[in-house]
């Protein structure tokens, strides 16, 4: 067997090991990094050590992605030793609580160091939510978010003449709701996410939860948006905000 192989097969106790420089391999996801650290001997405790001094010499020689994907690395090993030790000394709140918020920070900013991740999901949102309501609006279930206009004589014709999507029929052209802001569901999905921005969209428009399913989904559907929105903008800018300690 070459040396190469036997080296890649062995588990190290790297615990205290420092290390100057290493070879100037290509950077990315081919150096391995993270696994070559993990392969240490069964019943070795687990230690932050060789992470952090492994992630300083891969920034010191200019790959800072590989060294964010190392700490990442580190991070999950350590939360999931955290999480062993409070079931073994029974905490199961506190364990439970790691177990919910662990794949949260993990998948939506990388435990800090890829804040743009919440971005990355954001847009998933938005494009998720943006085809669902536009569904809900083709089913005839949006409404100007008006008391005055649902009351008002031009929108009960229209509720009465096109009952399968009286705002739809509304919002031509030479009537009365020419000039009323149209609807995208791209845009009101956007609206919900991102709490920070105001594009009009929700403001004008709201679900009827009287016509269908996918009316009453859709204003359900809007409370838990916001929520996910908020959570994941405020990651965001934790992580970007230096709030979410990396080191």
């Given amino acids: 067997m070459s040396p190469r192989r036997i080296a890649a097969s062995v588990a190290f106790a790297l615990a ?34 060789p992470f952090e001094q492994l992630a300083y010499v891969l920034d010191q020689m200019g790959h800072r992605n590989d060294a964010r994907t190392v700490l ?19 905490r199961p709140i506190r364990w439970l609580l790691s177990v919910i918020t662990d794949p949260v920070l993990r998948f939506t900013i990388g435990y800090g160091y890829r804040p743009v991740r919440s971005v990355g999901l954001a847009l998933i949102l938005i494009v998720g939510m943006g085809l669902f309501y536009r569904a809900v609006w083709d089913a005839g279930d949006m409404a100007p978010n008006s ?14 003449t096109h009952p399968e999507n009286p705002a739809a029929f509304w919002l031509q052209p030479g009537l009365a709701g020419q000039d009323w802001e149209t609807f995208s569901g791209f845009a009101y999905a956007a609206d919900l996410v991102i709490p ?12 009827s939860t009287s016509r269908s399913p996918l009316g009453r989904m859709g204003w359900w559907l809007r409370w838990f948006a916001k929520g996910l929105g908020w959570i994941v903008m405020a990651l965001g800018a934790a992580a970007i905000t230096g709030a979410i300690r990396k080191d």
């Fill in 16 to 49: 205290g090991a420092q290390v100057a420089r290493l070879k100037d391999e290509p950077a990315g996801p081919g150096a391995n990094y993270p696994v070559r650290l993990d392969r240490r001997p069964v019943g070795t405790p687990f230690t932050t050590q």
């Fill in 72 to 90: 990442m690395h580190k991070e999950r090993l350590q939360r999931a030793e955290n999480r062993r030790i409070l079931k073994q000394d029974g």
């Fill in 147 to 160: 008391t005055p206009i649902l009351v008002s004589k031009a929108r009960v014709e229209a509720a009465e």
């Fill in 196 to 207: 920070i921005v105001n594009l009009g969209e929700e403001s004008a428009w709201a679900q």
